[in-house]
């Protein structure tokens, strides 16, 4: 099984497209459907399961149900892109420590994590986003070699 540990802001939105969008943010719409196509295509090429490991996971109940307004649009652009969130890391307060549990219990071969903040622990597995721009297709295409 190959899985991608996913954060959400810096990623799926970004400090530009942020600027642009300030209205929508109020309404707590905050993210970008250009970086929704991009995760889908490197879902779509990798077959990855998406964990988000992410404060995002509090917006969701167990059973993977959108609880807060920000969660329930992003939802709708996964549902809209044919993406599934898969699971969720246990959160314990340690992002390493998460990842690293949840990769061992359910012996994952193939992981790749993609944040906006350097985890030097999973360098050799992190695409790190510039969270400026959010995801790009440069990244996608990291992320394609490392779980091929």
Known sequence: MKVIFLSIDGILNSENWNKKHEA???????IDENKIRLLSLLINNTK???VLYSNWKK????????????AIYLKGYFDK???????????????IDEITTFVEDKKIDKWIVIDEVTIDK????????DSVTGLQTKDVLKAQELLA
């Open 24 to 30: 929508d943010i109020q309404y707590k719409m905050c």
């Open 59 to 70: 917006y969701f109940n167990e059973n993977r149900y959108p609880v807060k307004k920000e």
């Open 122 to 129: 999973f360098s050799d597995r992190q695409i790190k986003v």
């Open 81 to 95: 892109y044919n993406i599934e969130i898969s699971d969720f890391t246990e959160d314990n307060g340690n992002i």
């Open 48 to 50: 990855a399961r998406i």
